[in-house]
């Protein structure tokens, strides 16, 4: 069920689209061409900018980000080390499968496959989890790894070797690893990863959790699950355990928005939320707001519970993190510098680390929940 725009504003707010918006502005910023995963959010939110608009002036600056500097003609890609295991780096390969939907081109599918046969010989856990990176993090699964690899994992497969009933196993195998060993079963939210060795320095003695529910990779593992449900067949039992993991995680999501500002606390996990260092974080806010509303769209979320929570979650994000310059063109503020379990895991260090303007990770999560209005 596709929501109206028109019901989250009223005058001039209602006939503007943010998401072509934000899309001018970061044109006329610039963008690095570089195949990094949050290059590869914000080209999320030109899919869907094209997608609305069908404005070619996006897709062909896209496609400039990406031709000779991401998929070179041969079809390799620019860069790339075939001894370098970060899940990190999976993540282009959506982006560069749409190219190969949209143009069949066959450089786009010799460089999606690179990243496919990587998949093969990436490092797993003992219960075939693949490793967040190696060897940086051996044994270890990351909420942030899940949305790297496992979304271009299942829409290869979809595309490719659907039939191939290993590979969905294994893909479910991911998010059923991570979900079982993150999730809080009380609040429904996850933590941030978990350490199967259990010889992280944050790691739980007997689960190997990490302490603390760190908002953006939930946000990252909520996207998955969006992009990867639809790609499942609907005869294998894994769709509906992953139709499960975001329903109960929207709900748990819902428990924990902010009554004031509709959005998220950086650290979700209690006593923290209005703790002194802890704020409202932009990316995740945006993640979940994108989220809610496209889970609504899709039919897995119902409207009467979600659609208010959403309305004021969206308005939250253009209220606190939406700013103008004065040539016109929009900033996107708010969105917290990086955050990782290559440190102690605490609290002390989530909150201690700088906040940036114009992060292409929380600017693309707005512009994917703002295509959810407007399209």
């Known amino acids: 069920m596709k929501i109206p725009f028109f019901s989250f504003a009223g005058g001039a707010a209602a006939s503007t689209s943010y998401l072509a918006w934000m899309a001018d502005s970061f044109i006329e910023r610039g963008v690095s061409k570089t195949r990094s995963y949050g290059e590869a959010t914000l080209y999320e939110g030109y899919e869907a900018a094209y997608a609305l608009t069908e404005n070619e002036t996006y897709a062909e600056w896209f496609r400039g980000q990406i031709d000779d500097a991401v998929v070179l003609e041969n079809g390799s890609i620019a860069g790339w080390r075939y001894d370098y295991y970060s899940l990190d780096d999976y993540r282009i390969g959506n982006n560069i499968l749409w190219w190969y939907e949209r143009t069949k081109e066959a450089k786009y599918k010799q460089a999606a496959d690179v990243i496919r046969a990587q998949l093969n010989r990436h490092p797993r856990t003992p219960l075939g989890g693949f490793w967040h990176r190696a060897p940086d993090y051996p044994n270890q699964m990351w909420l942030d790894g899940i949305f790297m690899a496992d979304s271009f994992y ?103 928005q902010d009554d004031e500002s509709g959005g998220w606390w950086l650290v979700l996990s209690e006593p923290y939320p209005g703790a002194p260092g802890n704020y409202i974080e932009s990316s995740a806010s945006a993640m979940f707001t994108f989220g809610w509303l496209k889970g609504i769209n899709v039919g897995l979320l119902e409207k009467d519970q979600y659609l208010e929570p959403a309305r004021k979650a969206y308005n939250g994000l253009i209220e606190r993190f939406v700013t103008q310059n004065e040539n016109g063109t929009l900033n996107w503020e708010g969105t917290v510098e990086v955050g990782s379990l290559g440190s102690n895991g605490t609290y002390e260090y989530y909150i201690s680390i700088p906040v940036v303007e114009n992060d292409h990770r929380g600017a693309g999560s707005f512009m994917l929940a703002s295509y959810e209005l407007e399209s």
């Open 154 to 256: 299942a829409k290869w497969t979809s595309l490719f070797d659907d039939r191939n009933e290993s590979a969905w196993n294994d893909i479910a195998l991911q998010y059923d690893l991570i979900d079982s060993r993150t999730r809080n079963r009380t609040t429904n939210l996850l933590v941030h990863g978990y350490d199967e060795s259990l010889k992280a320095v944050w790691a739980n003695p007997v689960t190997g959790a990490a302490p603390l529910v760190w908002s953006r990779a939930v946000g990252w593992y909520f996207m998955s699950l969006l992009e990867v449900i639809p790609q499942f067949p609907k005869s294998h039992p894994g769709r509906a355990r992953l139709e499960k993991y975001f329903v109960t995680l929207a709900e748990g999501l819902k428990k924990a």
